[in-house]
């Protein structure tokens, strides 16, 4: 099965969501700020990678474009999409945006169509 990377900052939201993944039998590894995953981003190899927008030390857009240097797919995760990048309109092309509150079968959707 798929092995995702979930970074959420949001401790309810991040066992919510790795609870429904792993109940899907994806593999998932988490961490709750942009450094952690950067690090395993670093660490391992993934299938997908599904972030907050906005962490404590720095964006999930910056997150994305790690993972995108590393052929990795990337869904964004946020209840704010026109503010990702230090205040400004970030450029999202190329990434899937997902507008928080979603519903765990709206994140396994995505999930599923992201990976094919």
């Known amino acids: 099965m798929a092995r995702i990377l979930l970074v959420e900052d949001d401790p309810e939201v991040l066992l919510i969501f790795e609870q429904v993944l792993r109940d899907e039998a994806y593999e998932v590894d988490t961490s709750e700020t942009f ?3 950067r ?5 391992r190899r993934y299938d997908l990678l599904i972030t907050d927008g906005r962490l404590p030390d720095g964006t999930g857009i910056g997150l994305a474009d790690i993972a995108h240097g590393k052929n990795i797919p ?3 995760v946020t209840g704010y999409p026109f503010g ?5 309109h970030a450029d999202l092309a190329g990434y899937e945006v997902l507008r928080k509150p979603i519903r765990p079968h709206g994140l396994l959707e995505a999930v599923a169509r992201t990976l094919g």
């Open 84 to 88: 990702l990048r230090d205040g400004t």
């Open 39 to 43: 690090d395993h981003l670093e660490l």
């Open 35 to 37: 450094f952690g995953g």
């Open 74 to 76: 990337s869904l964004i």
